[in-house]
């Protein structure tokens, strides 16, 4: 009872409405702002000291999620399942099944995932030099142009590639679903064209010229778009 009392002595109760408050910020308010310069602060900071949590305002939310996690290395590849004692069959890359499945080489190195990539360079009218690993492809902002809309419209096609590869590698693992590198590129054109123009305040994107010559766009001014 005393130890009871001694609890409640510095508490004042009132008549306003209980409230729920956020300790994490100053302010007392939620926001996930203010969460994810905690997470920054953290934890990203002691694995890539200079890479901030990727956004890129012109894909949804799960897409800079998932390249989150790619930056980490916490994608469950068999190579990483088997790490962790996980019983497979095998490590094989199931979609070329002659290495193991190691997050580069499903990502980047495949000769099936890089034939997805060479179709992304075509499509752009890209050399197939272009970029030849992950550090290049996402922690960098490695580019070939030097407007801020054509990073971020070059940047979100990288990284919905990629989403997009992970993505169908499951369909292959979990749903029987056939490797098809020209669905898995129309995909790829039509779910940017969608999101990019939603995203984009004055709707500017036309799906022919996106079709056939997406690096128009990025020598576009952003204010044009209406993204920023
Ligand atoms: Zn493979």
Redesign the pocket.
Known sequence: MSELNNLLSSINLSDNPDTWKWNLDNSGLFTTKSLSSILDNLKLETHTPTFKTPRNKLIPQKINIFIWRVILGRIPTRVELDKRNIDLDTIL?P??N??V?SME??LFQ????EATWNSILAWWNLPTNTFSNLHDTTLTDQTFTTSTLGKYIWQATKWTTIYMIWKNRNAKVFSKKDWCPATILSEIQAQTFSWFSKRSKKSSLEWHQWLINPSFYTSLNIQRMGIG
């Open positions: 890359c979609l070329c002659s290495h499945e080489h499903i495949c000769t099936v995932t």
